[in-house]
């Protein structure tokens, strides 16, 4: 059972505009929230991240918002370029998890920001 | 440039054999992480170590073991390879902190049993 959900495995975009890429989650335990960018032949490699007590956190380009209620969270790229793109992961921690860093990924969805 | 690098990049074991899978924190984490990452999923998560103790495990088998040394660096140790083992295996390092938890990623071991 898949606790947290990207349901678009792809999303394409123009240069210039938003990037929205968004994330489900199930486990009302979850306090801390991370998106990781991963290019082909790398490993991930870490964007922003949010605590559950905020619903937003800025990073120059990058903005992560957190609805809780709804139990989901988006990330917004503004502009979008092409280097951007790449595979997204959205990773949630369980704060009651056996340990600290336990990492729980979504599947991904690949961003082709085009020229 | 996150400063944790794997060894060796690729790999090619036959079923049923063994392999041990090397990695380096970056300088100044305490903390360890090994992830299997299947073609097409996310990161699962295998186990963490922590000053040299596993410190947390996920739903992977006994065969799956590890270490983490003095000097933070880890192993990642697999025994009785089968077929489905073939995946990327990352390791993340991380400075154990409340309330912040960023894990930084090596470039990941790609392992094909075959």
């Known amino acids: 059972d898949q606790q947290v959900k990207q349901n678009s495995p792809s999303l394409s975009v123009q240069e210039g505009r938003i990037s929205i890429l968004n994330c489900d989650y199930t486990?009302?335990?979850?306090?801390?929230f991370l998106w990781y960018k991963k290019y082909p032949a790398e490993g991930p490699t870490f964007l922003i991240s949010?605590?559950?007590?905020?619903d937003k956190n800025e990073d120059g380009r990058f903005t992560v918002f957190l609805n809780k209620s709804a139990k989901h969270l988006s990330l917004h790229i503004v502009p979008s370029q092409p280097g951007d793109s790449a595979v997204y992961f959205c990773?949630?921690?369980?704060?009651?998890?056996?340990?600290?860093?336990?990492?729980?990924f979504g599947k991904g969805t690949k961003l082709s920001v085009k020229p | 440039e996150t400063g944790v690098t794997q060894s060796p990049t690729h790999l090619i074991k036959t079923r049923g054999q063994q392999v041990t899978l090397r990695c380096s924190s970056q300088?100044?984490?305490?903390?360890v992480s090994w992830y299997q990452q299947a073609l097409g999923q996310g990161p699962q998560f295998i186990f963490q170590?922590?000053?040299?103790?596993?410190?947390g495990r996920g739903n992977f088998p006994p065969r799956f073991s590890g270490l983490q040394f003095p000097n933070y660096s880890s192993e990642l140790n697999v025994n009785a390879l089968e077929l489905d083992d073939s995946a990327l295996y990352l390791c993340a390092s991380s400075w154990r902190r409340q309330g912040r938890t960023e894990a930084f990623f090596g470039q990941g071991t790609r392992l094909t049993v075959v």
């Open positions: 949010i605590s559950s007590i905020k």
């Open positions: 990773a949630a921690r369980d704060s009651h998890g056996g340990s600290q860093g336990n990492l729980i």
């Open positions: 300088s100044g984490h305490n903390t």
């Open positions: 486990n009302s335990m979850f306090d801390y």
């Open positions: 170590y922590y000053r040299e103790e596993e410190n």
